[in-house]
């Protein structure tokens, strides 16, 4: 992943007057996942988190089992105004769980907006 090939993140650097990026990786696929693999992943995210963070950005990385639990937490945390995830049509349910508990933890505060755009 790079902010300049991906069109959310670059849309959210150059929009955003503070940009903090979340990561969330499956426990249970990770575990799925070879040594090799997760390798990989964490050579991404790391050169990803440089990318952002000359950018003024931060990029948080969790291995999580509720996605929607960790990014209500995180939005609140953060004290954020617009939380712009992955949208995926095969996930429509764990989509509308994010919105759900990001405006229920952020007492609406927060927009929760799914982003459909490619990877």
Do not use: F, K, M, Q
């Not at 979340?22 to 426990?27: E, I, P, Q, R, Y």
């Not at 505060?109 to 990877?119: D, E, I, K, Q």
Request: aromatic share 2%; with cysteine; hydrophobic share 50%.
């Amino acid at each position: 992943l790079r902010v300049d090939d991906h069109a959310g993140l670059r849309a959210a650097a150059e929009r955003a007057e503070t940009l903090a990026c979340v990561a969330t990786l499956s426990s249970a696929a990770l575990a799925r996942r070879t040594v090799r693999e997760v390798r990989v992943l964490r050579c991404a995210l790391a050169a990803l988190a440089e990318e952002l963070e000359r950018l003024g950005g931060v990029l948080h990385v969790s291995v999580v089992d509720d996605e929607a639990a960790e990014l209500a937490r995180l939005a609140e945390l953060c004290n954020a105004d617009a939380l712009v995830y992955h949208a995926d049509p095969a996930r429509a349910e764990s989509d509308a769980a994010i919105a759900a508990a990001v405006a229920d933890a952020t007492d609406g505060r927060c927009t929760p907006r799914p982003w459909a755009g490619g990877l």
